[in-house]
Antibody
């Protein structure tokens, strides 16, 4: 059974750093396209970043240069390193496996609150 | 980046009625357009991919159409569990973008 579990969220001051983790089971992270998507409180979804099987990465303009997506094959885990955090980065962060065939998979999300 | 505009923002309907949701792209996305359903406190759920293909386990009352810049999600007869927020997303180019969402609420 495919499962994605995000951890690492919490309260952080503006300018601070945080690393989110997404532990995967039931499939191999490095063989799939993996995404981070976020949702600010009461707002719509915002795609954040993706990493391909070959390691290629893309980012939303709003996070480029501040966030880094990566993975650890030995731990079958996806990461999002977030630096220079701002109040508008406050959101629930979801990891998601890109669609293969007729379905995709999402975690339950982890809340990041950037506030002093 | 490609901007997706969803309309209406809110759709007030009764169970059994037909729902028609629109997603318009600022430039062509070919057929690389997906629809998601999201309920409060839950992760999004893929409904339709590549504009018109139902995802795994999605009931036949959900259908998608369109290509280029104009897309439609239709729910033929609303069930109580269909009242939720619906999002469209384009996968045509980077960065991927979502629309702002349409809330389907009970009238």
């Amino acid at each position: 059974e495919v499962q994605l579990v995000e951890t690492g969220g919490g309260l952080i001051q503006p300018g601070g750093s945080l690393r989110l983790s997404c532990a995967a089971s039931g499939f191999t992270v490095s063989n799939n396209y993996m995404n981070w998507v976020r949702q600010a409180p009461g707002k719509g979804l915002e795609w954040v970043s993706i990493i391909f099987g070959d390691g290629t990465t893309y980012y939303a303009d709003s996070v480029k240069g501040r966030f880094t997506i990566s993975r650890d094959s030995s731990k079958n885990t996806l990461y999002l390193q977030m630096n220079s955090l701002r109040a508008d980065d406050t959101a629930v962060y979801y990891c998601a496996r890109d669609r293969t065939g007729d379905r995709d998979y999402w975690g339950q999300g982890t809340l990041v609150t950037v506030s002093s | 980046e490609i901007v997706l505009t969803q309309s209406p923002a809110t759709l007030s309907l009764s169970p059994g009625e037909r729902a028609t949701l629109s997603c318009r792209a600022s430039q062509s996305v070919s057929s690389y357009l997906d629809w998601y359903q999201q309920k409060p406190g839950q992760a999004p759920r893929l409904l339709i991919y590549d504009a018109s293909n139902r995802a795994a386990g999605i009931p036949a009352r959900f259908s998608g159409s369109g290509s280029g810049t104009d897309f439609t999600l239709t729910i033929s007869s609303l069930e109580p569990e269909d009242f939720a927020v619906y999002h469209c997303q384009q996968r045509y180019n980077w960065p991927r973008t979502f629309g702002q969402g349409t809330k389907v609420e009970i009238k």
